[in-house]
């Protein structure tokens, strides 16, 4: 929902943590949880207080269905009529939304904690670099965070901390196993709505499980054949920070999507970035590869990588120029004739549904005697 202004202070209001069927999780805010402990204290009789704040078990009013209102993790949602004591509530309305992402399905994201292990999966530049330009793609700030780093020599750190500074990135060396820098990687995380993502075996469900302690996430292992990790996350799901803000785990996956426009691919490339500052291509349109007076061509590391991927993009944009236009199935026919009244309607495929004719029917019995005789 966009554009419209709701007057929040009179209602409850909460976070959607995690989207389950037809059935929302709901953290309410603090106010809210102050509320509902009162009220259940008053409906029960009871001494002890619900905690606060609680979360409640939300269906999705029937007008926001009608309407076409999705309901995501992540967004701000108004709660009616809720039952403190039983633990449940109903959507009444979706707050407008800061940011949006399609995959993970998440709302109100703030930035994205990319996890990789620098061992035990080794560090794959090419596959760091297609998960820097997803990142990179949805506006979000992007922080990186190299796990496992107790596998690996200071000197072996330091050489792939210069390596990144040239991407454009300033990574933060961690160890989930001994503790190291994980706090240094939480306060990064204070008061804001992150989404931590990664290739499966790095160490993600450990890192969430260290920074939260109620999280308790399954971890697996890391597959001895392809050195590459079994990946554990099912759904996605935000977990509240003691420090504050919220973490969203999401199902791991190896290779992301190369779907965005050819065009803009550049510009996810923060030391491509800082060329086109100071300088600019000939041709507006420059996809950077043979044009002439180019200013981002050159020898810089990931130049490789920028034209693999440019690949891919514009392969995504034709296949999608390819597919069929909706109308071209379709035809357009008079509803009555003299009123120039009329609709589409589907168009048959030719040869496949059309009724046989006579003519076409006798050839073929005189050709089926021909053959007998």
């Known amino acids: 929902m966009t ?6 202070t009179a209602h409850l209001l909460g976070t959607v943590v995690a989207v389950q069927a037809n059935f929302y999780r709901v953290q309410m805010d603090q106010e809210a949880g102050e509320q509902g402990s009162r009220g259940a204290e008053e409906k029960l009789d009871l001494n002890a207080s619900l905690p606060s704040p609680p979360l409640l078990l939300c269906t999705r009013r029937t007008r ?4 076409g209102q999705q309901v ?10 809720p039952d403190w004591a039983g633990g449940r509530g109903a959507i009444a309305e979706v707050l407008p939304r800061q940011s949006e992402l399609d995959r993970p399905a998440i709302a109100n994201v703030n930035q994205i904690l990319l996890v990789f292990a620098v061992a035990d999966p080794p560090l794959e530049p090419y596959q760091l670099s297609r998960f820097l330009i997803k990142a990179e793609s949805t506006g979000l700030d992007v922080l990186l965070c190299l796990n496992k780093s107790d596998l690996i ?3 072996e750190q330091q050489k792939v901390s210069d390596r990144l500074l040239g991407w454009g990135y300033q990574p933060i060396f961690i160890s989930v196993k001994d503790g190291i820098n994980t706090e240094q990687a939480a306060r990064y995380l204070s008061n804001k709505i992150t989404v931590i993502a990664g290739p499966s075996g ?3 469900s450990s890192l969430i499980n260290t920074l939260i302690d109620t999280a308790k996430l399954r971890v697996g292992e890391v597959s001895g054949k392809l050195a590459r990790g079994r990946h554990t996350t099912r759904h996605t799901e935000l977990f509240e920070l003691p420090s504050g803000g919220m973490l969203a785990d999401t199902p791991g996956f190896n290779q992301p999507d190369m779907d965005c426009v050819p065009e803009e691919l550049i510009h996810y490339f923060p030391e491509a970035r800082k060329r086109l500052a100071v300088a600019s291509c000939r041709f507006s349109d420059c996809l950077h590869r043979d044009e002439p007076e180019c200013v981002v061509r050159g020898d810089w590391e990931r130049y490789e990588h920028y034209l693999e991927f440019l690949d891919a993009a514009i392969a995504h944009q034709t296949q999608l120029h390819q597919q ?13 004739k003299g009123k120039g009244q009329s609709q589409y309607e589907p168009k048959l495929e030719s040869k496949k549904y059309r009724r046989i004719s006579r003519k076409t029917q006798l050839q073929d019995l005189q050709e089926l005697y021909r053959d007998e005789e």
């Open 64 to 67: 926001l269905k009608k309407i």
């Open 72 to 81: 995501m993790v992540g967004d701000r949602v108004v709660v009616e009529e």
């Open 324 to 336: 069929a236009d909706p109308e071209s199935t379709m035809k357009l026919k008079s509803k009555s």
């Open 3 to 8: 554009g419209e202004i709701f007057d929040v």
């Open 202 to 204: 790095v160490g993600k």
């Open 153 to 155: 020599s200071p000197q």
